[in-house]
């Protein structure tokens, strides 16, 4: 039973263009949620994080919006550099407990 | 060193083996994760540890795996007769501060391979 879901396990941008990685949830008590980015061989390093009393944080080129009522996120990356292809694993957390993650979403930023 | 650090990198074994992968965490950092990714999966969590807290090891899949962590630092997981479905890559994470959520310090991982 996966709490957490990104149903797409890849996508292809071209450089210069939004980037839009989805994520699913299904626990309604999930209040905390993170995007992690991993390269191969390496560990998963954080990217972006939001609160659920937050609909959109912004960190430069990186933006995550919440839509809790259809518990739907969304990463969005613009624009969309070589640099940026990874696996993209979204996680959320209820309260003080360990974080769940999705399987991931593998990017590719063509040039 | 300053990031979370794990060994070994990669570990091959024959089944019915015990293994052991360790994780040296941020200094200062008082919570320790561990999960496991598996081909094609999530992260899995296994386990945490918090201070000098009772861990929570409601993720590890079976009696055969088990994990310390000595003087409130180094953790060490243990897993017993290996199996092949416990070939995965195990990542350790630290968390400064009393809370679980945030930004977690993810080591490299231990790639482990049971044959």
């Known amino acids: 039973d996966q709490q957490v879901k990104q149903n797409s396990p890849s996508l292809s941008v071209q450089e210069g263009r939004i980037s839009i990685l989805n994520c699913d949830y299904t626990n309604s008590m999930f209040d905390y949620f993170l995007w992690y980015k991993k390269y191969p061989a390496e560990g998963p390093t954080f990217l972006i994080s939001?609160?659920?009393?937050?609909d959109k944080n912004e960190d430069g080129r990186f933006t995550v919006f919440l839509n809790k009522s259809a518990k739907h996120l969304s990463l969005h990356i613009v624009p969309s550099q070589p640099g940026d292809s990874a696996v993209y694993f979204c996680a959320a957390s209820e309260g003080n407990t360990p974080l769940v993650f999705g399987k991931g979403t593998r990017l590719s930023v063509i040039a | 060193g300053a990031g979370v650090s794990q060994s070994p990198s990669n570990k091959v074994t024959e089944k019915g083996k015990d293994v052991e992968l360790r994780c040296d965490p941020i200094?200062?950092?008082?919570?320790l994760y561990w999960y496991r990714q598996s081909l094609g999966q999530g992260l899995e969590f296994l386990i945490y540890f918090q201070g000098n807290s009772a861990p929570d090891k409601s993720g590890l899949p079976s009696d055969r795996f088990s994990a310390e962590r000595t003087g409130g630092s180094v953790s060490t997981l243990t897993i017993q007769r290996t199996q092949q479905e416990d070939s995965a890559v195990y990542l350790c994470?630290?968390?400064?501060?009393?809370?679980?959520?945030?930004?977690?310090?993810f080591g490299e991982g231990s790639r482990l391979t049971v044959l």
């Open positions: 994470a630290s968390i400064s501060g009393t809370g679980l959520t945030g930004e977690l310090f």
């Open positions: 939001i609160s659920s009393i937050k």
């Open positions: 200094s200062g950092h008082t919570a």
